[in-house]
């Protein structure tokens, strides 16, 4: 965290934090993902550790930071997805708060991408520490200098598609300074929910109204019951 902390402080970023993370054991925080950025910025709040793709295992200095935070590793084979289930399985049933990016993917700042259900079946197995806690986080670039970010100056945070890491983090770090509000919503067990489809959905419309209310300015409840959105889905 004071790793984490320090970064955020030297590249400008002051993280502005809406609601109040679960207290309770296993939690899987299910975010939005627009940039490598999220990872330093969710840091701040609490020990923490990610599920990501294999890929960034073998990234200079990056790589090396997620292996020492603990991070999860995971492919896209379809073939692949009992075994990290499983691997996720642990983490959680030792009491780790783990953050899941449900779309799977970065994106550009704007929207948030449909969530993939298929890694939330975790969430039905349980452990010995007993039902998995699922918490909404939504992750909002709102404020560079003071002033509202635009799309014309989202990119300059989101990193995605085929976007040069290093050129990418060189032009953001003579921006200025920023600020991030990252959405805390109300926690939700998976017993709310009739499928994993319909926990994704719903999950999804939290998120994406906690990102649209910071984007416009506008408040947002975080007492509402997450299930009230899903009936909505």
């Not at 945070?157 to 890491?165: F, N, V």
Request: hydrophobic share 45%; aromatic share 10%.
């Amino acid at each position: 965290m004071f790793y984490h902390r320090v970064c955020c402080r030297l590249w400008g970023i002051a993280v502005e934090v809406r609601g109040e993370l679960a207290s309770s054991f296993p939690t899987l925080l299910v975010s939005n993902h627009v940039s490598y950025l999220d990872i330093p910025v969710l840091s701040t709040l609490a020990p923490l550790s990610f599920v990501a793709k294999s890929e960034v295992a073998s990234w200079p200095f990056f790589g090396l930071l997620a292996k020492l935070q603990r991070t999860v590793f995971v492919d896209r084979r379809r073939t692949s997805t009992a075994r990290q289930r499983d691997a996720i399985g642990e983490r959680l049933a030792a009491g780790d708060r783990l953050v899941l990016f449900a779309e799977g993917t970065s994106d550009d700042g704007n929207r948030v991408l449909p969530f993939k259900s298929a890694l939330f079946s975790v969430a039905e197995r349980g452990g010995e520490q007993g039902p998995v806690t699922l918490q909404p986080v939504s992750i909002a670039y709102t404020n560079l200098n003071g002033l509202p970010i635009g799309r014309s100056l989202r990119p300059f945070y989101a990193w995605y598609g085929d976007m040069d890491l290093g050129g990418h983090l060189w032009t953001f770090a003579g921006l200025g300074r920023s600020r991030v509000v990252v959405t805390l919503h109300p926690p939700v067990g998976t017993h709310e929910f009739p499928n994993r489809r319909v926990l994704a959905q719903a999950m999804h419309a939290q998120v994406a109204d906690g990102v649209a209310a910071a984007l416009s300015g506008r408040g947002i409840s975080l007492t509402a019951n997450i299930g009230e959105v899903g009936s909505r889905s």
